[in-house]
């Protein structure tokens, strides 16, 4: 079975700093694909980043950034130059190779201005 | 619209109705998903359509779930004699390749059901 975990339940950061978010997982598969989403408060996901797992060099969307270590199943999220914008719920995701996503339980962003 | 569509936004009934769920996802996009997601949880995986096919139906608690894509497009999510525990946020969302592909999931607002 697949799990995901975020043991970060709440975090928050100061407009403008920089925030990691860990993320690590458990599976025996060896492709698969793992993704950070976002829900805001309106609660909508919208896909933040996404990462194959045979892709050694870590994935970038502008300010985001995330830091995959596949031996150690670890999949953080960097925000850099965070805004008030980024406040919301963090999922990470992963998903095996023809099969259904698995979230972890989330983390809650907030931006302080 | 552009985005995966569902409805209702919220929905109450007491405890026994059935209702009905409904979600309309992106023009085109083949695979379709419904998500339960509990008060400060993460969503979980409850069916999953290819086209108008329900290849994936594990995630369903009980029997009292029931749901089908007829055309291949829009979908419906049924819970018949609902329990309390069935209070959640139900979300549907929908790619555009048949799962295995990297393609993101595209979330709709989700339905919020509260069961008295």
């Known amino acids: 079975a697949q799990t995901v975990t975020q043991s970060q339940p709440e975090m928050s950061v100061q407009e403008a700093e920089t925030v990691t978010l860990s993320c690590t997982y458990d599976?025996?598969?060896?492709?698969?694909?793992l993704f950070w989403y976002k829900q805001p408060p309106s609660r909508q996901m919208i896909l933040v980043i996404r990462?194959?797992?045979?892709?050694?060099q870590n994935a970038t969307e502008n300010r985001f950034s995330v830091n995959f270590q596949k031996a150690a199943k670890s999949f953080s999220l960097k925000i850099s130059d965070s805004q008030l914008g980024d406040t919301a719920m963090y999922f990470c995701?992963?998903?095996?190779?023809?099969?259904?996503?698995?979230f972890g339980t989330g983390t809650s962003l907030t931006v302080i201005p | 619209g552009a985005g995966v569509s569902q409805s209702p936004r919220y929905k109450v009934a007491k405890r026994g109705q059935d209702v009905a769920l409904r979600c309309d996802p992106i023009s085109g996009h083949v695979s379709l998903f419904w998500y339960q997601q509990a008060l400060g949880q993460g969503p979980e995986f409850l069916t999953y359509f290819q086209n108008e096919a329900q290849l994936d139906k594990s995630g369903l608690p009980s029997d009292r779930f029931f749901a089908e894509r007829p055309e291949g497009s829009v979908s419906t999510l049924k819970i018949q004699r609902t329990q309390q525990e069935d209070s959640a946020v139900y979300l549907c969302?929908?790619?555009?390749?048949?799962?295995?592909?990297?393609?993101?999931?595209?979330f709709g607002d989700g339905t919020r059901l509260s069961i008295l």
């Open positions: 990462q194959e797992a045979y892709k050694q």
């Open positions: 599976t025996s598969e060896n492709n698969y694909y």
């Open positions: 995701a992963f998903m095996k190779w023809g099969n259904q996503f698995y």
């Open positions: 969302a929908s790619s555009l390749e048949a799962q295995g592909s990297n393609q993101p999931q595209h």
